[in-house]
């Protein structure tokens, strides 16, 4: 069975922190992607990255970095953690041409206190 | 500049109801058009996805959506709704070039009643 994982369902952490969170897929995909999610506004894209050392701003990369060092793996980094960033992070993969998310992983809820 | 607009946040049908999610886009170019449902604690799956062929596309789960160039709208339907679709629904767009990004509707809630 195809999976993008994300390395942590819950997360707590306190403002100011570098946080780091961690997407993993096993479908040997090219793009690899990060939203956030909130109520009422649906998913925006924070970073979108095509191949290994490769990266792009989404629409709300402010705050945020990305490393992707490995094919199957795609971080999310927030340098300086602020209550702001408080919100559900999705991680999603797809193949090459293919360049909207086919799958996704059940994500990763962050809470910043 | 591409949007797109989901009418209603909260659906609520009967089981073995028709199901009719609405969505709206707007572009300056003809879009590929896009339905994602996410189940509870669980991330996205995509349902079904229009790009410029037959303007009635099916997709998984017995759902199908018409793309309505006219109407500007790209809506999710069911005949008959079942307990397990209960979910949220996103409707996407984005342009054909292989630039354009993903822009996500607000999410609509369906809840399906015994």
């Known amino acids: 069975d195809v999976k993008v994982t994300q390395s942590s369902r819950y997360l707590v952490k306190r403002t100011g922190e570098k946080v780091f969170l961690e997407c993993v897929q096993d479908?040997?995909?090219?793009?690899m992607f990060w939203y956030r999610q909130d109520p009422g506004l649906g998913l925006r894209l924070i970073y979108f990255?095509?191949?290994?050392?490769?990266?792009e701003k989404g629409d709300i990369p402010e705050g945020y970095s990305v490393s992707r060092e490995k094919k199957e793996r795609f971080s999310l980094i927030l340098e300086s953690a602020s209550t702001n960033q408080t919100s559900m992070y999705l991680c999603a993969s797809s193949l090459a041409g293919q360049i909207e998310p086919q799958h996704f992983g059940d994500g990763t809820r962050l809470s910043i206190l | 500049a591409q949007s797109v607009t989901q009418l209603g946040s909260h659906v609520s049908v009967s089981e073995g109801a028709l199901v009719l999610l609405r969505c709206n886009y707007s572009s300056s170019v003809p879009p590929y058009l896009f339905w994602y449902v996410q189940y509870p604690n669980q991330g996205l799956q995509l349902l079904l996805k229009y790009t410029s062929a037959a303007t009635l596309v099916k997709g998984i789960n017995g759902f199908e959506a018409e793309f309505k160039k006219s109407e500007t709208s790209f809506h999710l339907t069911k005949p008959s709704a079942h307990m397990s679709d209960a979910a949220e629904y996103f409707c996407?767009?984005?342009?054909?070039?292989?630039?354009?990004?993903?822009?996500f509707g607000q999410g609509t809630t369906l809840q399906v009643k015994p």
């Open positions: 996407a767009v984005r342009p054909p070039s292989n630039t354009g990004k993903l822009i």
């Open positions: 990255s095509y191949d290994v050392k490769m990266k």
């Open positions: 479908m040997d995909h090219e793009n």
